[in-house]
Each structure stands twice: as structure tokens, then as C-alpha cells.
């Protein structure tokens, strides 16, 4: 079965004007990964999704309050020269969270963040 | 269960009894070092950071007394992939430059032993060290056979990370299973129907169907949700054939359509009194192997051409393998066409080797040194045939007529049976990691 990372009390701090921006970015080599940010205020069919690396606006900062943000990716990693797997996900550029695991460990990860944007 | 174990132990025993000498594959050797050496190393050490090297290095060359050369040593090390590069799947399938590639590719290896017989009897130490390389040459074959693999890959990706994203909340919100799925379900049904449109209604009502009744066992519980999410969308991968996918994928990066040229370069640095102050350059190779593999209705088919050109010092060979004939040049040249069928396969190999030498015949009237050239030529050819028994298991049985060797000129008869077993890698327990990795 494939393992579930999940990080649950992430917390990022915006102004309520503030653009939001969210990025995904490769560190370890040959990752193929489908991320989709569910934003509670927008339809389904609207959610972002970056395909590998990328960055998505999000709307406003004061749109994203109260429930979380949730970020689901789907990871796999086929490539022999690589035992590590490792995802930055940032915010508006700043580092949310450093994603890291050994292949050995999972090959295909999941990655679950739930992020809420206070004040 | 008993009389299997019996029968692949009287196989195994059968094997060590008829066993010959090692055959050279018709191919570059992954360690280049241990090939030039004709070492077959338990474990080969392929550190992944320079930090690791360095560690691999002193643990095993720095002992009490000082630098010691291990005996059974073997390590291969590729600076390049030292370092985190951010490569997308595609950069790393097409490289943009030729010089791009050899970066990429290029790995260096070393290998040593304490045990290089000389004279039959006495025990030497031995260094080889390699660098070996790869450019690989992608068509369109290659290309649409990544494209169409990595379609379907995204498909399943898309829709995995689409529910998880969509499913999550109602994953932690007061109330039972059949809640969860009511909120669920309608999501889940727009993101086949999106990604898979060649679902029949009848197909996406039994997906879904399965999808509750299996949904149903997994312990929901809102208060702790994680598990029963982790299985929830495991499930929906297992439905969509995720692993397939993953795994055809990855077999495919293995052995890609189009044109492979392996190149690879060992040298064998002998200290046959033991001192470090005296050491010979008895042997060089040089291997060449560009590989092709066919697509549609050959692609079950690999064909490679070999060239391994050898140098070799006849004054050492003369004076520490006596009794022997070593050329100062080898040139192996040679095809192998391999066949793939599921569970069995066929490999057919034909190669040809032409060796000379300059050796001294006395001086002529003004005692300058004469040389007579000697040349001879041999072939060799082997067909092998191997079965996978189980996922574990392989069967394997090579016939043919091999070179010459240099010790038994006549035994040139090989028939050999083999028989590889794979055991399971050791777990986190095993290794001790269960307090850093947990469970």
C-alpha cells in the first residue's frame, strides 16, 4: 500500500490583500507528480493543478481564511540514479514545507498538507 | 514444500558440481574495475554523495598499519548524481547535448583483491580501476512510447491527487462512512468520467460500487482519519492499475527503444612482490557496445555488437603465468541478439577474436634485438536460454563452443546450468531503523 504523508497544523501568515501563490518545486531528480489545491471557496473544477513543478495563484489571502487549503499530490520516482525523493512546496515563495523520503521507504508517495492562511 | 526445497538444492549442488569458468558476457560491464580484474565481488559499494565515498574509502583502505588494499573490494561512483539537479522526468529521458550525457552517465570505479594468483600459487594484490560512459540516441519509437506511458501515467495521477484533494475534508468531518461517501461520491464519478472517458456507465457504477463496499471495511473514523484515507485512495489507485502503470513505466526506462553505445575503459595495476614500491601495468581494456532495440512487431527483440580490445604486457604474463600464451592484443568483435518472450527468454551469441604479438627471436649480425609476429584467431558461440520459475527463481542453461582457454586448450565445450534466486531485501527491522523510521 502506498504511504500517506500527511501534514495536518501547517500555518502560513498573509495580509488579507496579499496575491497567494502556491509553488511546487523538484529538488531530487525525475519526479513525475500531479498536485490539486482544493480551495474551499471554489468549485472543484476550478481547483489548480500543477503537473511536476509550477506555481498556481490562489486568489486573495482574505478569500482563503477559515477552512484549510487542502494540497493532495500524487508522487512516483522511476528513476534508478535516485534514492531520494524530495518536494518543496512554497507559498508566495517562502518554504511551507520540505517534503523528503527515502525511495526505499515508498517509491510512489502521497503527500497530504492542509494549510490554513491566517493573519 | 519439502521436496521443492530438495529439488532446488540438488539443482543448486548439481550447478557447483558441472560448474566451468566464467563466462564473459557480450556486453560493457557495469563495473568496468571488477571486469578487468575478473573479480566477482559480493557486494558492489556505489556511494551516492562524496561525503559516502569518503567514508567508503577510509573504512576500507585505512586500517591499523596504515593504507591496506582490501581484498574483495568494489566500488562504482557517479559524480553527477551526488547532487540534486531538479530533473524533470523529461529532462532526465532526453538529455539536451551529447556533453550533457556523458556527464550524466559517466561513473568511475575501483576495485581491488589481495588475491590475484600468480604462478598458480601465490597470492598478489591487485587494483583496477574504470570509467565507463552511455549515449543514448532516442527516435520517434522511443519518444511516442514515453509520451503514451506518461499520458496514461498523468491520467491516474490527475484523478489520484483530484479525489484526494476533493475527499480530504469530508475525511475529517463529524460522521460515518456512508456520510463521507455521500459527499464523496459525486466528486469521484466527475474525475473518471474527466480522465477516463472510455468508462462505460456500467463500469463507472461497478467501480464505484466496489469502491463503497471495500470503503466500507476501512475503519473510518473521523476523529483519526489518516489511515483510512491512505487506504481509501489506495484503493482507487489499485482500481486504475496505478502500480501497472508505475512498473511498466519503469521497465521500459530500463530498456529503451533505440540505439545504446556503452563505452568503457579498465586498466589492472598488479603488485605481484606485494610492495608498493613495485607495481606493473599488466592489462588494459577498452569495451564499445552500441545496442539497438526494435519496436512493434520485433519488439521482443535487442540486438548489440561488441568490440573489446585488450592490451596486455607479454613480458609480465611470461614471467608470472608461466607455462601460458598471452597476446599483446586481443581484439574481441561480436553479435548478440536477445529475445524476450514473458517468462522465457533466448540470447544467441557469435564472437570472433583475433590476438598478436610481437615476440623476440634473438639479434641479427649487429645484435640488434629481432621479433617474430605470431597471430592467431578463435570464435566463440553460446546460446542461452532462461526461464523465470517464479518471480524469484530463474533457470537459466547456456551450450556453445567458448574460446580457447589458456590453461586447457581442448576443454572449449560449455553446458552450463544455472539456477538465480532473489531473496526478499531485509526489512527496517533487520537493518535496526525501526526507532529512526519507525514501523
Known amino acids: 500500500?502506498?504511504?500517506?504523508?500527511?501534514?495536518?497544523?501547517?500555518?502560513?501568515?498573509?495580509?488579507?490583500?496579499?496575491?497567494?501563490?502556491?509553488?511546487?518545486?523538484?529538488?531530487?531528480?525525475?519526479?513525475?507528480?500531479?498536485?490539486?489545491?482544493?480551495?474551499?471557496?471554489?468549485?472543484?473544477e476550478e481547483d489548480p493543478v500543477i503537473?511536476?513543478?509550477?506555481?498556481?495563484?490562489?486568489?486573495?489571502a482574505k478569500d482563503l481564511r477559515g477552512d484549510a487549503t487542502v494540497v493532495f499530490s500524487d508522487i512516483i520516482n522511476?528513476?534508478?540514479?535516485?534514492?531520494?525523493?524530495?518536494?518543496?512546496?512554497?507559498?508566495?515563495g517562502e518554504l511551507v514545507l520540505a517534503h523528503k523520503n527515502l525511495k526505499s521507504e515508498e517509491v510512489r508517495p502521497l503527500v497530504l498538507l492542509l494549510i490554513k492562511f491566517v493573519e | 514444500?519439502?521436496?521443492?526445497?530438495?529439488?532446488?538444492?540438488?539443482?543448486?549442488?548439481?550447478?557447483?558440481?558441472?560448474?566451468?569458468?566464467?563466462?564473459?558476457?557480450?556486453?560493457?560491464?557495469?563495473?568496468?574495475?571488477?571486469?578487468?580484474?575478473?573479480?566477482?565481488?559480493?557486494?558492489?559499494?556505489?556511494?551516492?554523495?562524496?561525503?559516502?565515498?569518503?567514508?567508503?574509502?577510509?573504512?576500507?583502505?585505512?586500517?591499523?598499519?596504515?593504507?591496506?588494499?582490501?581484498?574483495?573490494?568494489?566500488?562504482?561512483?557517479?559524480?553527477?548524481?551526488?547532487?540534486d539537479h531538479g530533473l524533470t522526468v523529461y529532462d532526465y529521458l532526453y538529455a539536451k547535448s551529447v556533453g550533457e550525457q556523458l556527464k550524466r552517465n559517466t561513473s568511475f570505479s575501483v576495485a581491488t583483491t589481495q588475491s590475484l594468483v600468480l604462478n598458480d600459487s601465490v597470492n598478489s594484490t591487485a587494483i583496477a580501476l574504470g570509467i565507463r560512459t552511455s549515449l543514448y540516441f532516442p527516435n520517434k519509437s522511443d519518444r511516442q512510447a514515453v509520451d503514451s506511458r506518461l499520458k496514461e501515467l498523468r491520467a491516474n495521477q490527475r484523478t489520484v491527487s483530484g479525489i484526494?484533494?476533493?475527499v480530504t475534508p469530508f475525511a475529517f468531518t463529524d460522521g460515518s462512512f456512508e456520510d463521507f461517501w455521500a459527499h464523496s461520491k459525486m466528486h469521484i464519478e466527475s474525475f473518471l468520467r474527466i480522465e477516463y472517458p472510455n468508462l462505460t456507465e456500467q463500469e463507472t457504477n461497478q467501480f464505484l460500487k466496489d469502491l463503497f463496499e471495500k470503503g466500507k471495511g476501512m475503519g473510518y473514523d473521523s476523529t483519526n482519519n489518516d489511515a483510512f484515507l491512505a487506504a481509501f485512495i489506495n484503493s482507487i489507485d489499485e482500481k486504475l492499475n496505478g502500480d501497472q502503470l508505475f512498473t511498466e513505466f519503469e521497465g521500459?526506462?530500463?530498456?529503451?527503444?533505440?540505439?545504446?553505445?556503452?563505452?568503457?575503459?579498465?586498466?589492472?595495476?598488479s603488485f605481484p612482490t606485494n610492495d608498493f614500491e613495485f607495481s606493473i601495468l599488466p592489462k588494459q581494456s577498452l569495451w564499445i557496445t552500441p545496442a539497438y532495440r526494435f519496436k512493434d512487431g520485433f519488439d521482443f527483440l535487442k540486438v548489440l555488437a561488441v568490440l573489446r580490445y585488450e592490451w596486455y604486457d607479454t613480458d609480465y604474463y611470461a614471467g608470472y603465468f608461466e607455462n601460458t600464451?598471452?597476446?599483446?592484443?586481443?581484439?574481441?568483435?561480436?553479435l548478440s541478439a536477445i529475445g524476450d518472450f514473458n517468462k522465457f527468454s533466448v540470447q544467441l551469441e557469435l564472437i570472433g577474436r583475433s590476438s598478436s604479438a610481437e615476440i623476440p627471436s634473438g639479434t641479427d649480425v649487429q645484435n640488434n634485438p629481432l621479433f617474430r609476429k605470431v597471430s592467431d584467431s578463435d570464435f566463440q558461440y553460446i546460446a542461452t536460454f532462461s526461464y523465470n520459475l517464479t518471480e524469484q527463481i530463474n533457470l537459466s542453461y547456456s551450450l556453445g563452443n567458448r574460446f580457447e582457454p589458456v590453461t586447457n586448450d581442448q576443454n572449449t565445450i560449455i553446458s552450463l546450468l544455472g539456477l538465480n534466486f532473489g531473496f526478499g531485501a531485509p526489512s527496517k527491522k533487520d537493518l535496526g531503523l525501526v526507532q529512526y523510521l519507525g514501523d
Open chain 2, 325 to 334: 600464451q598471452f597476446y599483446s592484443n586481443n581484439l574481441d568483435y561480436g
Open chain 1, 51 to 60: 503537473e511536476d513543478a509550477g506555481s498556481a495563484s490562489i486568489g486573495k
Open chain 1, 78 to 92: 522511476l528513476i534508478p540514479q535516485e534514492d531520494t525523493i524530495e518536494i518543496h512546496y512554497k507559498v508566495n
Open chain 2, 1 to 83: 514444500m519439502k521436496a521443492k526445497i530438495t529439488i532446488l538444492i540438488s539443482l543448486m549442488v548439481l550447478q557447483s558440481v558441472c560448474a566451468q569458468e566464467k563466462l564473459t558476457p557480450l556486453k560493457t560491464p557495469t563495473s568496468p574495475a571488477s571486469s578487468v580484474l575478473g573479480l566477482q565481488p559480493t557486494a558492489v559499494l556505489t556511494p551516492k554523495s562524496y561525503d559516502a565515498l569518503e567514508a567508503a574509502v577510509y573504512s576500507n583502505f585505512i586500517g591499523d598499519n596504515g593504507i591496506n588494499v582490501p581484498d574483495d573490494f568494489a566500488l562504482e561512483f557517479a559524480p553527477y548524481w551526488t547532487k
Open chain 2, 252 to 269: 521500459y526506462i530500463k530498456n529503451r527503444y533505440g540505439l545504446t553505445v556503452d563505452i568503457a575503459y579498465a586498466n589492472l595495476i
Open chain 1, 1 to 44: 500500500m502506498r504511504k500517506l504523508y500527511s501534514y495536518k497544523d501547517l500555518a502560513v501568515s498573509v495580509a488579507d490583500e496579499t496575491e497567494v501563490t502556491f509553488s511546487v518545486e523538484l529538488v531530487s531528480d525525475g519526479n513525475i507528480i500531479s498536485t490539486t489545491i482544493n480551495i474551499p471557496k471554489l468549485p472543484p
Open chain 2, 164 to 166: 484526494g484533494a476533493q
